[in-house]
């Protein structure tokens, strides 16, 4: 699954830190999502997409479409 979370964390000049203790989550986590080594579980998607104010189609996308 591709995701724009490293550029949406960019634009707001935020840390992987910074993002991390937003979310609650570890800043590992973030870096494994931002590489894409690790899927958000449902509730964590919600919750980014709420952070970014942004729906979660427009955060993530299948590799496959």
């Known amino acids: ?3 724009r979370l490293k550029v949406l964390r960019a634009e707001r000049d935020w840390s992987q ?3 991390a203790e937003r979310l609650g989550v570890s800043r590992q986590s973030v870096n494994a999502l931002e590489t ?3 899927d958000p579980s449902l509730p ?3 919750r980014i997409a709420r952070l970014f104010g942004l729906p979660i189609e ?3 996308q299948d590799e496959a479409a």
């Open 58 to 60: 427009d955060i993530f």
């Open 44 to 46: 964590l998607a919600f």
């Open 17 to 19: 830190a910074d993002l």
């Open 1 to 3: 699954m591709r995701n």
């Open 36 to 38: 894409g080594k690790y």
